[in-house]
């Protein structure tokens, strides 16, 4: 049996990807399903894939469910398509799109093509992970946990060493005064 690899990458940068590992005979509800778990999205809202090619432009519509919106074609359904039956090159492309008020795109590729399954593994299979994945709500937990611990470490709060109220004003001063020594003012320059 055929195991498809699949590199999913964020629209928004290509650096931040998963590989996804899936049989042939699967369908595209379950790559749906694994791109999510790799992303750590929830499944609350719509999605849908399209047929690629190498320019990213939309083909062929693989969707989740048929939705209240105009066609150009009939979609194929998700749960009803497998994703060996829509590959139509070695490098195959598909772009999925998912929560369609917030638009999350991501470039789907095919990079590779195995005859034989990993045992350890359950289908599909997340087998890869590059770059920290956007947050799908805001930020997410440890960032914000994070942020504070630095904040407290170095103590970046507005009253701080370095951080206002002291000097400022003389500072201010020296700055302006330093300034018009090397530009003049506005009575020194000539048109």
């Not at 009939?74 to 929560?99: C, H, W």
């Amino acid at each position: 049996m055929a195991v498809l690899r699949f590199r999913i990458y964020w629209e928004e940068d290509d650096a931040v990807y998963r590989d996804v590992a899936i049989k042939h005979v699967q369908h595209f509800s379950d790559l749906h399903l694994a791109i999510l778990k790799a992303y750590e999205f929830d499944s609350k809202h719509q999605a849908t894939f399209y047929r690629s090619n190498d320019h990213w432009q939309q083909g062929r519509e693989i969707s989740l469910e048929r939705y209240d919106k105009t066609y150009k074609a009939e979609p194929l359904l998700m749960a009803d398509t497998t994703i060996g039956s829509e590959i139509r090159e070695p490098n195959q492309k598909f772009i999925y799109v998912y929560d369609f008020n917030k638009i999350w795109t991501f470039h789907v590729e095919l990079i590779n093509v195995s005859k034989e399954e990993n045992p350890k593994l359950t289908y599909p299979a997340t087998v890869r992970t590059e770059g920290l994945a956007p947050s799908q709500y805001g930020t997410k937990g440890l960032v914000g946990n994070k942020l504070t611990d630095v904040e407290e470490k170095y103590d970046l709060s507005a009253g701080a060493e370095g951080f206002g109220e002291e000097g400022d004003e003389d500072d201010n001063e020296d700055n302006e005064s330093d300034l018009e020594d090397e530009t003049g003012t506005d009575e020194d320059m000539t048109f």
